[in-house]
């Protein structure tokens, strides 16, 4: 297993699983064979009424193939639209051998919930996840660009890379998870490229996810 980055573009990170498995420790459930979304939002602020946006864009191989979506707006938090494609190819048609490739590809992210908490404003002009699949491994990777209010990132991003979100004082608002991973130890992949938690500073309970997609090895 191995994760890459490049930074020219914006922000690259790649998960490559080769094989079944190996090295990974066992969880309870497979991911599925392939699926792709542009991101999803569940908080509350203070005594305001709850903010949902239920998963966006959703494709999975087994149908829907495409997807796509608007801009969704709700207060605080927007979604400037993209979308999903779920695919699977035959490459072996005497024995059925195929492969998969789930994506999306989301733009105009804008998170400002955390302003009136004195955080930042965060924006991410443009992202993607993708995760490919062959009979002996999966390949999951994601990017983004233009994006603000998230500071430096390292190079390589770690699995799971926790980046604080903070007030100037240092307060903690919020924990911006970067590259967040499941691996059942069957060969397949969760990949979530972002996922925002908010902190008791900030006055919201619940969570952000940008950019998910996941897939497992074909029959």
């Known amino acids: 297993m191995r994760i890459t980055i490049a930074g020219r573009a914006g922000l690259v990170g790649a998960l490559l ?7 990974v420790a066992p969880a ?8 792709a979304s542009l991101g999803s939002a ?10 949902s946006i239920a998963s966006l864009a959703d494709c999975a191989v087994e149908g829907p193939t495409s997807n796509s979506s608007g801009v969704v707006t709700r207060t605080g938090i ?3 639209g993209g979308t999903t494609t779920c695919t699977t190819t035959v490459v072996d048609p005497e024995n059925d051998v195929t492969t998969t490739k789930s994506e999306a590809k989301g733009q105009n992210f804008e998170l400002s919930a955390l302003v009136s908490s004195s955080g930042p404003r965060i924006k991410i002009r443009s992202y993607s996840v993708s995760c490919t699949a062959t009979q002996t491994g999966t390949n999951a990777s994601w990017t983004y660009g233009g994006a603000t209010g998230l500071g430096t ?9 926790v980046k604080p979100i903070t007030k100037s004082n240092g307060t903690l608002l919020a924990e911006a998870i970067f590259n967040e991973q499941t691996l ?5 992949i969760g990949l979530t490229m972002l996922r925002i938690k908010f902190a008791p500073a900030s006055n919201i309970t619940g969570e952000v996810v940008i950019g998910r997609t996941a897939c497992s090895p074909t029959p």
């Open 184 to 188: 059942p130890g069957n060969g397949s």
């Open 78 to 80: 927007t979604f400037g």
């Open 28 to 35: 309870a459930a497979s991911n599925p064979a392939g699926m």
């Open 153 to 161: 990132l390292p190079s390589p991003v770690p699995v799971g890379y």
């Open 42 to 51: 569940a908080f509350t602020k203070g005594t305001s009424a709850p903010i």
């Open 17 to 23: 699983l080769a094989g079944l498995g190996a090295g």
